[in-house]
Nanobody
Framework: QVQLVESGGGLVQAGGSLRLSCAASGRTFSSYVVGWFRQAPGNEREFVAT????????YYANSVKGRFTISRDTAKNTVYLQMNSLKPEDTAVYYC????????????????????WGQGTQVTVSS
């Protein structure tokens, strides 16, 4: 069993930056893929970015490519999402999720492929 706790959300002006953290407990991420998703009011949960823990390889949604960076700290068993050049349309609750198994990272751009979820952290970008 894996427990995930997100932190780092808040209110920021457009063009600003935030760094989200996803800390795991229960077991290490060593064999997992860890992803970030977001959900705005009235919208479905959408993929943001994902990282394969063992190799550090990453995959991004087109909407955030070049602005967001996903990374991991193996010593802290934590995944980060550095968000730069934030836009009002980035406003959402951000969730981290973990999935076991292999396959190409693009297959982990789907909510249903994840086994564990955190409770989410609110990110609000004002114009």
């Amino acid at each position: 069993q894996v427990q995930l706790v997100e932190s780092g959300g808040g209110l920021v002006q457009a063009g600003g930056s935030l760094r989200l953290s996803c800390a795991a407990s229960g077991r290490t991420f060593s064999s997992y893929v860890v992803g970030w998703f977001r959900q705005a009011p009235g919208n479905e949960r959408e993929f943001v970015a994902t990282i394969r823990w063992s190799a550090g390889s990453t995959y991004y949604a087109n909407s955030v490519k070049g602005r967001f960076t996903i990374s991991r700290d193996t010593a802290k068993n934590t995944v980060y999402l550095q968000m730069n050049s934030l836009k009002p349309e980035d406003t959402a609750v951000y969730y981290c999720a973990a999935a076991g198994g292999g396959g190409g990272l693009s297959t982990f751009a789907t909510v249903k492929n994840y086994d564990y979820w955190g409770q989410g952290t609110q990110v609000t970008v004002s114009s």
